[in-house]
């Protein structure tokens, strides 16, 4: 018997164990304890939180502690409890960003302080004890292999969904009065926000692009670093001010509304351990310019314009290009549809099923 983690919050890696909770007939044990311990990054070992966040967590290891069977953990930050545990446990890995991070081979969110090594440390010796890694693309299981040096056969990939009932063409006009161009996640240094900015500022450049803006939809990231004050301080630069939208977080029915009346999404990151964005805009009839790193090209497949994520006179380009040229526009919606529903909830389900009753039978 398999029991599945289900982890209560509103990120991505959270919505991912909900959305398995909804499709598979299995045990659950519901916890907030990511969504805690993701609130606590960067801070001091000797501040209240830490304190707190050891009872917290030492209580969870108990909670599933008592389980029989197999143990299904939803995410990569759930590996520091897995190395508590006697029993054995599937995981599955989203992303490297912040061993990237951790490792300093890369500034992707922030650099940890000690005590995030410790943890983030935990994550990593955990993933590697588990006894099945489920990878949410092709690129993070080379990932893990080539950074951690899990085998092969170890690592079973299954991609996420889209949820084709919200994600659809709307015609709901969106709260933009004017043209835009959309950017929707963090404001993380891997998002790579400043080159679509700078690009942006080329178009601007143009008269006939006089009315465009950019509409960012999404809240700047966590407590690390204040990562708006960095995006302001690239928009003050460029004399974008009046330009560039912020949305905060809005509803899945808002997002659509944003996804289907936008020029186009824009989605230029360093790094995606798979990528809801550019497939949900797809899936609501919008055309998408992404990166060419990383999950993003086996996401898009054919039907995204894809540019090095550091081309910054190239991603202007693509922009104007998907602006100005009708018959290519329609070309990439017409992709985009037939790309997103290659992707759902349910295809997902089945495929992490099977997982399930692999590691199962090797149990037997």
Not at 97 to 106: A, H, N, Q, T
Not at 149 to 155: A, K, R, V
Request: with cysteine; hydrophobic share 40%.
């Amino acid at each position: 018997m398999i029991t599945l983690v289900v982890t209560i919050g509103c990120g991505a890696m959270d919505s991912y164990s909900q959305k398995l909770a909804e499709k598979l007939d299995v045990p659950k044990v519901y916890t907030d304890i990511y969504q805690s311990s993701a609130e606590k990054f960067n801070i001091s070992w000797l501040s209240r939180g830490a304190l707190k966040a050891i009872s917290e967590d030492w209580s969870f290891v108990k909670k599933i502690s008592k389980l029989t069977g197999i143990v299904h953990l939803p995410n990569q930050h759930l590996g520091r409890y897995g190395n508590f545990l006697k029993i054995p446990y599937i995981i599955t890995v989203h992303d490297l960003i912040r061993y990237f991070d951790l490792k300093g081979s890369g500034k992707y969110i922030h650099r940890p302080n000690p005590r995030d090594k410790f943890y983030l440390g935990l994550d990593y010796k955990g993933i590697k004890k588990a006894v099945r890694v489920i990878a949410v693309s092709q690129a993070t299981k080379n990932d893990l292999m080539h950074y951690l040096g899990i085998p092969d056969e170890q690592i079973s990939v299954v991609y996420l969904g889209v949820d084709h009932t919200t994600f659809r063409p709307s015609s709901q006009a969106s709260e933009s009065e004017h043209p835009y161009i959309l950017f929707v996640g963090s404001e993380h240094p891997r998002k790579n926000l400043p080159t679509l900015l700078r690009a942006f500022k080329g178009l601007k450049e143009q008269p006939r692009f006089k009315d465009l803006k950019l509409v960012k939809v999404g809240k700047a990231g966590g407590k690390e670093a204040d990562f708006r004050r960095q995006t302001i301080k690239v928009i003050d630069s460029l004399n974008l001010n009046g330009r560039v939208i912020f949305t905060e977080v809005v509803s899945e029915e808002s997002l659509r509304a944003y996804y289907s009346n936008a020029k186009c999404l824009v989605l230029p990151s360093l790094y995606e351990g798979f990528g809801f964005p550019p497939l949900e805009a797809m899936a609501c009839g919008c055309p998408v310019i992404t990166s060419n790193s990383s999950s993003l090209p086996e996401v898009v497949g054919e039907a995204a314009i894809k540019v090095s994520p550091h081309d910054i006179e190239g991603l202007a380009g693509a922009l104007e290009r998907v602006l100005t040229d009708k018959e290519l526009r329609k070309g990439l919606i017409a992709k985009g549809k037939a790309q997103a529903v290659k992707f759902s909830w349910d295809q997902a389900a089945e495929k992490t099923l099977e997982v399930y009753k692999e590691v199962e039978g090797s149990f037997s």
